[in-house]
């Protein structure tokens, strides 16, 4: 029975916001922002709150300081010459049967990654059911290379990858890795493997989105490999 009256799929989504990455989180945040108090506060509440900026702790250096090792990390990736984005892309299904370009539709994992915060985006591919099981994503690239990585960006319930494919010239599938992918976050899955004899232009990447409770969303998927 996969026939859900609107009243049914609204009932799950609410059970679903206590659990992993949820939708409609956007909503959420705008609707629990507190309004700054308008008041102007005493000078001697600024001069405090001056002095804690000035000592940050060594908790918050830390987070810093892997905030940053975070971003120049993403950079890098995003600018790999070695690397390419996907160009076409097709999925087992997806979010309210998104097609063409719209939000969550396979062609979001398509390009340079463009989600900027851990969680339901749009600009990701999301499959049609948050917790069902087996769902894929079939990319295509540019131009065909002898592979040695495949980059997945996660970004809403990472952790959920179950196996990555890659396809040789005459359209058969090769698994390059089967595991338990140890994402979370906002993160690249790197999956490494030796350079393939063949060229490849096509990767498939599946999930088990029943490992992972809530929506599992990938944002981007790089190809990485040489012409020789
Ligand atoms: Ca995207």
Known sequence: M???????VGFLSLVLLSVGCKK?????????????PATASGSSSTAAKAASDSAPSV??????????????????????????????????????DAQGTAGWSANQATGAPNVD???DDGAAWAPKTPDSGIEWLDLKY?????ASEVRIRESCGSGAVVKVEVY?????????WQGNDPTTDLNY?????????FKADRVKVTLATN????????????????DQ
């Open 168 to 176: 040789d010239e005459k359209g058969v599938a090769n698994t390059v």
């Open 24 to 36: 409609d989180s956007r909503t959420d945040e705008t609707s629990t922002a507190k309004p700054t």
């Open 117 to 119: 915060k851990y969680g």
């Open 189 to 197: 899955l790197i999956v490494k493997f030796p350079k393939t004899t």
């Open 59 to 96: 908790a918050e250096t830390t987070a810093k300081m892997a905030a940053a090792e975070w971003a120049l990390k993403q950079d890098e990736i995003k600018r790999d010459p070695n690397g390419q984005w996907a160009i076409q892309a097709a999925a087992s299904s997806t979010y309210n």
């Open 211 to 226: 490992v992972v409770p809530g929506w599992n969303e990938i944002d981007a998927v790089q190809l990485v490999g040489a």
């Open 2 to 8: 996969k026939i859900y009256s609107p009243l049914v």
């Open 142 to 146: 540019p131009k065909p290379v002898h």
